[in-house]
């Protein structure tokens, strides 16, 4: 899929797509207000949960209960906050790494979060400042993305005038990556989502769609 997608598509059109000028006002002005209201909700509702997600990591394992780490963003370096759902050792040998399924490093706390998507809910506070939306494509460690830019050219780009989300077409499609070699699929879902988003029509029925899996995603455990 990837290397049709990278052959039937010249550098210029990439550009074009992910240009400002190519996605409508309202799409950019609608988007910003929509994540505003929904995590500032989202937040007061949810933070009687959020007390007891910190205090089951506190008791499960030690270690801070947030997570920050610097991630990729629209033209920029951002610092993300999540619940912290691995060891404090997870990356001990200093090399970043990707998760994958069934990964040791996870604390058993820390599955469930992940499995609920509960880990993500302070990331409402990177988008009330302005790093993140919603739905966009997800925001990589900066030493991964070099490493995947070497096998798949305009990766960076899936971010370029798009904002990367907690949650989008391509988290709904795929599940935590566990290898750079399979990226491919996961960048096309990206590149797609910037597309399907140039117009308000298209991008309410896109957003809405992605939001209605994410939810279903969340109650059914299947993070």
């Not at 500032?40 to 933070?47: E, N, T, Y």
Request: hydrophobic share 40%; net charge positive; with cysteine.
């Amino acid at each position: 899929m990837m290397t049709y997608f990278s052959q039937t598509i010249e550098d210029s059109e990439i550009r074009h797509i992910t240009s400002n000028s190519y996605i409508h006002p309202i799409v950019k002005y609608g988007k910003r207000g929509f994540d505003l209201i929904f995590s500032l909700c989202a937040l007061v509702i949810l933070s009687p949960v959020l007390v007891c997600v910190a205090i089951a990591i506190k008791v499960d394992s030690k270690g801070p209960v947030f997570y920050l780490q610097t991630r990729s963003g629209q033209d920029k370096l951002f610092t993300i906050i999540k619940f912290r759902s691995m060891h404090t050792d997870a990356e001990k040998a200093g090399k970043a790494l990707l998760a994958v399924k069934g990964d040791p490093r996870i604390t058993p706390v820390g599955r469930f979060l992940r499995k609920t998507r509960l880990d993500e809910v302070p990331q409402f506070v990177n988008i009330i400042r302005g790093d993140m939306s919603l739905i966009g494509p997800r925001p990589e460690r900066p030493e991964l993305t070099s490493e995947i830019e070497k096998k798949m050219p305009f990766f960076s780009e899936r971010t370029y005038h798009v904002l990367p989300g907690i949650t989008g077409l391509a988290q709904t499609k795929q599940s935590y990556l566990d290898s750079v070699n399979n990226i491919g699929q996961k960048l096309a879902f990206d590149h797609a989502y910037s597309l399907a988003i140039t117009n308000p029509g298209n991008w309410l029925k896109t957003d809405l769609s992605i939001l209605i899996k994410t939810v279903l995603t969340v109650v059914k455990c299947n993070g």
